[in-house]
Antibody, heavy 118, light 110 residues
Framework: QVQLVQSGGEVTKPGASVKVSCKAS????????IHWVRQAPGQGLEWMGW????????KYSQNIPGTVTITRDTSASTVYLEMSGLRHEDTAIYYC???????????WGQGTLVTVSS | QSALTQPASVSGSPGQSITISCTGT?????????VSWYQQHPGKAPKLMIY???KRPSGLSNRFSASKSGNTASLTISGLQAEDEADYYC??????????FGTGTKVTVL
């Protein structure tokens, strides 16, 4: 069965960096792009970007600062979200989600809480 | 890219039908048949309910239906049940090859 398992929660300080992972299983990793979506406490969903797991091409939201990078390791069937220069307002749950054959996300990771606190 | 506009809250009694709207622009909702709807219960990851404007994933209740007219998409929940109480988000592909979510709607079953 399709599963996306994310790394555990992180607590970090303003200005620091963090790297969240999303390990895929149950399907051919390179066949499906992966999205990253974040949700600040009590707020709505915000699309951050996506990566073509096959060729590594990426596309980011215009609303996301240039300090966000999405990469993948095909040998590990894992996608990464790296954020640097973190600010308090980056505190959120970060979800990875598989892009289905259509333009939707059919499977989601469990979410990773990143807390930025001084 | 601005978020798609949804009502903050919608409520209904068990057995009733409710409709949630999702308004965008010709660069997203109106320009593509790639509107999706997600249900999110507290503390849980979102769950895909509708894709490609009107299609339901396999196994999903037919109490959920959706449509689109111009720049506005809509999700209808018929025969409202207690377990339908959740947050609902629409999403659309955009002309920038990105995606955008709606502002979210809290559905309350009275």
């Amino acid at each position: 069965q399709v599963q996306l398992v994310q790394s555990g929660g992180e607590v970090t300080k303003p200005g620091a960096s963090v790297k969240v992972s999303c390990k895929a299983s149950g399907y051919i990793f390179s066949d499906y792009p992966i999205h990253w979506v974040r949700q600040a406490p009590g707020q709505g969903l915000e699309w951050m970007g996506w990566i073509n797991a096959g060729n590594g091409n990426t596309k980011y939201s215009q609303n996301i600062p240039g300090t966000v990078t999405i990469t993948r390791d095909t040998s590990a069937s894992t996608v990464y979200l790296e954020m640097s220069g973190l600010r308090h307002e980056d505190t959120a749950i970060y979800y990875c989600a598989r892009k289905s054959g259509s333009f939707s996300s059919d499977f989601w990771g469990q979410g990773t809480l990143v807390t930025v606190s001084s | 890219q601005s978020a798609l506009t949804q009502p903050a809250s919608v409520s209904g009694s068990p057995g009733q039908s409710i409709t949630i709207s999702c308004t965008g622009t010709s660069s997203d909702v109106g320009g593509y048949n790639y509107v999706s709807w997600y249900q999110q219960h507290p503390g849980k990851a979102p769950k895909l309910m509708i894709y490609d404007v009107t299609k339901r994933p396999s196994g999903l209740s037919n109490r959920f239906s959706a449509s689109k007219s111009g720049n506005t998409a809509s999700l209808t929940i018929s025969g409202l049940q207690a377990e339908d109480e959740a947050d609902y988000y629409c999403s659309s592909y955009t002309s920038s090859s990105t995606f955008v979510f709606g502002t979210g709607t809290k559905v309350t079953v009275l």
